[in-house]
T-cell receptor, first 113, second 115 residues
């Protein structure tokens, strides 16, 4: 079955810097990969979706890359702000063609003012 | 559009009891997925319904069940509660399905505590 590793449980960075979060998966290569943000006690909120034939996707201060050779996605937040502090989750299809998401354990990002 | 709503938001039960959680998806969405979130296991998939049919089920015991009504509202039921069932239960809705090809809209969750 699929396994997802997100680089670290927690990441602290200074305000204004770029935060880079890593998502590595082990088995089959997914056709799609998503990133979510989750605040404590709340449900995840969708941020970005990237397809296997897309190398990079951007949305405002967010950028996602997808390298199917390395089986890795990188998630960048540029000019980070304290309001970006949250847990970030990457998600893939649970199995090829399955109608469910398989989530990584997440990285808790803290942006220090 | 109103977001995904879940009721109740908090629930306290004792071992052996059963519980029913409810989820109302975004209007027009036919897919509802359920997830269990715990500190140790993270987010784990329970089941997905589309137009009243269960299309996919996660690796949970038969004590966990669900259904979807014709208006797309969904319920999940857990019978014979165990301490390990304490978790945040999240439902997500989408227009086309519960997979990664679709944006999933999550509700706020129901926090279940089993004593």
């Amino acid at each position: 079955s699929q396994k997802i590793e997100q680089n670290s449980e927690a990441l602290n960075i200074q305000e204004g810097k770029t935060a880079t979060l890593t998502c590595n998966y082990t088995n089959y290569s997914p056709a799609y990969l998503q990133w979510y943000r989750q605040d404590p006690g709340r449900g995840p909120v969708f941020l970005l979706l990237i397809r296997e034939n897309e190398k990079e996707k951007r949305k405002e201060r967010l950028k996602v890359t997808f390298d199917t050779t390395l089986k890795q996605s990188l998630f960048h937040i540029t000019a980070s702000q304290p309001a970006d502090s949250a847990t970030y989750l990457c998600a893939l299809d649970g199995e090829t063609g399955a109608n469910n998401l398989f989530f990584g354990t997440g990285t808790r990002l803290t942006v220090i003012p | 559009k109103a977001g995904v709503t879940q009721t109740p938001r908090y629930l306290i039960k004792t071992r052996g009891q059963q519980v029913t959680l409810s989820c109302s998806p975004i209007s027009g969405h036919r897919s509802v997925s359920w997830y269990q979130q715990t500190p140790g296991q993270g987010l784990q998939f329970l089941f997905e319904y589309f137009s009243e049919t269960q299309r996919n089920k996660g690796n949970f015991p038969g004590r966990f069940s669900g259904r979807q009504f014709s208006n797309s509202r969904s319920e999940m039921n857990v019978s014979t509660l165990e301490l390990g069932d304490s978790a945040l239960y999240l439902c997500a809705s989408s227009s086309l399905g519960g997979g990664a090809h679709n944006e999933q809209f999550f509700g706020p969750g129901t926090r279940l505590t089993v004593l």
